[in-house]
């Protein structure tokens, strides 16, 4: 089992007083948790559930079969890179828009070049010189093809690493440095970065890693151990403080038939609690008149634009806000602005709605000790809970509280509780984060 890094005893001190919200010295800003650039049409979704993953992305019929008679309420799609090896007429911004409508989360894989030392025979394949050039490359393709089958920003994309030859000379490094340039590309066009790794190899050396200083580390692992045990703890080759908060998913069972509702395929199971696609769904505007478009969620913000009468607004996610009529809730659509989910026709008109995520714009824990979160914005306020170094912070509202560090910013979490955000890995160590909201 992984055993993190000895670190100095200086380091261990000042890490230990941050994690009290202490005033510390800057945090650093670089790897291994480098920040997210979420534009404003953004938000990361999160599940926790079963998902099966097969070649070929399957029709939306056989999705509807196995919906509701399977355990699975997620399917992986293989939606690029060079070693993709099955035909995908299914695969379009249609069919992704219909899935995620039908209440399918979706795990977007992308088959790109494989480490030289791999094992099989995939053809696409990059020497230990090319690592960081085609991890780059690869991450800005998947971004591409992401965007173009409407999976938006704060998706999380999941680079296939294949099991490889552990022993093979410059093999390790070569898998370590095109994850970390996977993880960087994906980052700057705001989406999650994670991993499919073999148990044995790319999840044992990206755990060795996980606090180094000169890589990026990925926000999200999916290890392959074919043991039939559906779980996302536990695991032999990375222990539970690492990619601890929503971060995981394990795919349990080979290759194998099954059949639900009629329909018969080939896949593998998988079990995740972590971050999927994040893809707009089609409401009505049920307001009398045009409705107001604002930059935020409250009547405060700006005007940014408007939405007819029984328009449809493509909402992404919900967040808190000003009250209008019975509701709290705003719905940020795929503009990047904010309207009053009183006058659209989600399924409650007083609260959140289900499949409908809230607003979340996640930055990794940026020091490598248990940070405490709160039930406040301030270290007077009582201690909650705790985050691992490098757990995803699921933010979704930001406020003013206690000096921590260089920040007066505090970020609410998706599950209520406060986190200084000095110990947030985002756009600024100092103020507010855009896109972020100020929390009401």
């Not at 030392?117 to 696409?124: A, H, L």
């Not at 030859?165 to 340039?181: K, L, M, P, Q």
């Not at 967040?319 to 709290?328: I, K, P, T």
Request: glycine share 10%; with cysteine.
């Amino acid at each position: 089992m992984f055993s993190p890094r000895r670190i100095t005893s200086w380091v261990a001190a000042a890490l230990a007083a941050g994690a009290l919200g202490v005033a510390l010295p800057p945090a650093a800003s670089a790897d291994p948790a480098t920040p997210g650039a979420y534009p404003t049409a953004s938000s990361a979704t999160r599940v926790s559930g079963r998902f099966f993953d097969t070649c070929t992305a399957p029709s939306l019929s056989a999705l509807a079969a196995w919906r509701g008679t399977s355990p699975y309420t997620g399917v992986n799609i293989y939606f690029g890179g060079r070693n993709r090896g099955c035909a995908q007429p299914n695969l379009t911004a249609a069919w992704v828009r219909s899935a995620s409508a039908a209440n399918w989360s979706l795990v977007p894989t992308y088959f790109g070049d494989q480490p030289f030392c791999v094992f099989g025979s995939k053809p696409y394949r990059y020497a230990a010189s090319g690592a960081a050039a085609r991890g780059a490359a690869d991450g800005a393709d998947a971004v591409a093809k992401a965007k173009a089958l409407g999976m938006l920003a704060g998706s999380a994309l999941y680079a296939d690493v294949e099991h490889y030859d552990r022993a093979a000379s410059g093999c390790i490094g070569a898998v370590r440095t095109y994850v970390s340039e996977w993880t960087r590309a994906l980052h700057r066009s705001g989406y999650l970065a994670g991993v499919y790794v073999h148990q044995d190899s790319g999840l044992r050396d990206l755990a060795a890693s996980y606090l180094t200083t000169s890589l990026a580390r990925p926000d999200a692992v999916w290890m392959a151990r074919w043991d039939n045990v559906a779980t996302v703890t536990g695991w032999p080759t990375a222990g539970n403080t690492l990619w601890a908060e929503w971060q995981r998913a394990k795919q349990y069972r080979g290759d194998h038939v099954e059949t639900w509702g009629g329909v018969s395929m080939n896949v593998d199971s998988d079990i995740i609690k972590g971050p999927v696609a994040t893809v707009a769904r089609s409401y009505r505007v049920t307001s009398s008149g045009s409705l107001n478009v604002r930059s935020g969620p409250s009547s405060a913000y700006p005007i940014v634009g408007s939405l007819a009468a029984n328009s449809t607004a493509a909402v992404i996610c919900q967040a808190r806000g000003q009250v209008v009529g019975s509701s709290g809730v705003w719905d940020r659509i795929s503009t990047g602005g904010f309207v009053s989910d009183y006058y659209v026709s989600t399924p409650s008109q007083t609260t959140f709605s289900a499949p409908l995520q809230r607003c979340s714009y996640p930055g990794q824990v940026n020091i490598s000790t248990p940070v405490n979160t709160r039930s406040g914005p301030g270290t007077s306020y009582a201690v909650n809970g705790t985050l691992q170094g490098g757990a995803l912070a699921y933010v979704a509202c930001q406020k003013a509280g206690t000096l921590v560090g260089t920040t007066r910013v505090w970020d609410q979490l998706v599950d209520g509780r406060w986190l200084s955000d000095y110990y947030v890995s985002n756009s600024s160590n100092s103020t507010y984060a855009a896109p972020v909201p100020r929390c009401p």
